[in-house]
């Protein structure tokens, strides 16, 4: 045994620390340096933010990082295995410290010799990834990261930034005020106060009180790695890193594009949000949202796409060749081509006092953490789609009643047909067909539901759960008259295009628009934001993949 692993990891614990062959070892050392080590060298200190890889030839190294109750080790390598997780391949700072505990040899590999192996030698990028990628699921699972969130179940943002954490499948150690010991000492060794809530605290260093999502970015250093520079020209720049925005990302930057993605919150987009996506090509018994997106993600970095975290783009600059767009932290980036892939948001209830509920009652996603929040409790869902059917069976696990409101008289419109027999089958979930939501009430929580029906009138439940599943509108409202747009405000491409919608941009050039090209030459939408998609994953991910061979036909004329 090398390593501490949960007990549900340790068949794969093979994976998780795999053993390089002594020929496997000549191969990675054809791309770095060895040196010796002596015990009690420290190869990587925490917190570094340039750091490389180590084979162990010889010896023994130990991954540890320093909490308030002293040292952990996270793992112990030993002759043929290697150190590393997802940062390394993202370009991350390193979560722990990584020292000598028996003298021998390593080979040392820089970041950008190991991004080179991983993309030419498929054999050792299949063990490096997998093992990067589990290390990282055994992270999360132990809570083994560099930050602490101290919050509160009763606070909505709290439950907003460890939603921002996981989906970034970033790991983190949780603190909750109402149910862990946390002495008063503590809090006063920090500084801080109930009303501070949630807090962050990065590497032991800095303590953010209530920080919005992109300050948590900064603070980890999620896009420290990345150059944003106007100056610098990408070949492509994919805004929303969605099925569709990682789907371009992954076939852009593995044919030797210069890619950089933008992304307003997580890797993932709504799929991200999905507990369990079962007819997405390739995953037979189904995969979380959340391991897609973070797959995707690491696979569109392997080939060496960057990108930014938590920062919306605010304005497209479309009078000008290279297009610029601006980042809301003011910066900008230039770029030859653009793909949009900005997708959808969640819809609201038009009810007034809604917002007033959002996180205390009111929730849009249906994770692992609002499950655990109306556990053995009764839930509303309002919605008939798949997104509301999906969330019904999930919730139905550990609710105590999932009732399903539809407007219309059924979800065999709107519901694929697995789904429709998932929820009819499950005991405790209950179906009312037209039916609506028309008030809230409650405190600092949701107390009651108030729900109308077309005949039979207005029920109240004391019912402090409820799930909006109501669909999305497209995310285009900031690309300011740019681009032509349907009456839905999805963004028009390729056939769907009329001579009006070219006469009225001034399209240039005497070729038509590509198939996915808007109005703007160069400019393409895909997935969920572009007009006439289907609404799915694999579709959104096949638009990404079909929209980069057109960008290449356009860098070609440019
Ligand atoms: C709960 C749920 C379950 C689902 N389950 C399935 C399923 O089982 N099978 C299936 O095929 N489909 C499923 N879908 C549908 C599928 O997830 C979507 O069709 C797909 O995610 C669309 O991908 P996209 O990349 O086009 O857009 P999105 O997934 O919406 O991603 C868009 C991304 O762009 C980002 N963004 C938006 N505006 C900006 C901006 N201005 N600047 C920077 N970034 C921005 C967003 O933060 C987001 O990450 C599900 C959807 C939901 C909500």
Redesign the pocket.
Known sequence: MTATVPLSLAPREEQVFPVLTPAQIERVAAHGKRRTVQRGDVLIEAGAQHYPLFVVVGGELEVVRTTCAGEEIGATHRQGQFSGELNLVTGRRGLATVRVTEPGEVIEVERDSLLAMLQTDAELSEIFMRAFILRRVVLIDRGFGDVVVLGSKYSPRTLEVREFLSRNAHPYTYLDLDSDEISQESLDRWRISADDIPVVICRGEATLKNPTNAEIADCIGFNEAIDVDESHIRDLVI???????LGAAVYAASEGLDVLM?????????????MR????LGFPSGIT?QELATRAFSQAEKFGAQMIIA????RLRCDRRPYTIEIDNGARVAARTVIL?????YRGLPIENVASFNGAGVYY?ATPMEAQLCKGEDVIIVGGG??AG??AVYLADTARRVIMLVRSGGLAETMSRYLVRRVEDNPRIEVRTNCQVVALEGGTHLEKIRCRNGTTGDVVEDIRHLFV?TG?VP?TK?LDNCLALDDHGFIKTGPDLSPEDLNAAQWPLTRQPHLLETTLPGVFA????RGGNI????S?VGEGSIAVAFVHQVLREQ
């Open positions: 805004v929303g890193a969605g099925p569709a925005g933008i992304e307003a919150n997580a890797p993932g987009g709504q799929a991200g949000s999905s996506i079962e007819n997405y949202g920062k919306d783009a605010t892939a900005t997708g959808a948001e996603l798949n997104s999906q969330a599943m999305a995310a900031w895909v997935g969920d934001v609404k799915r994953v694999a959104a």
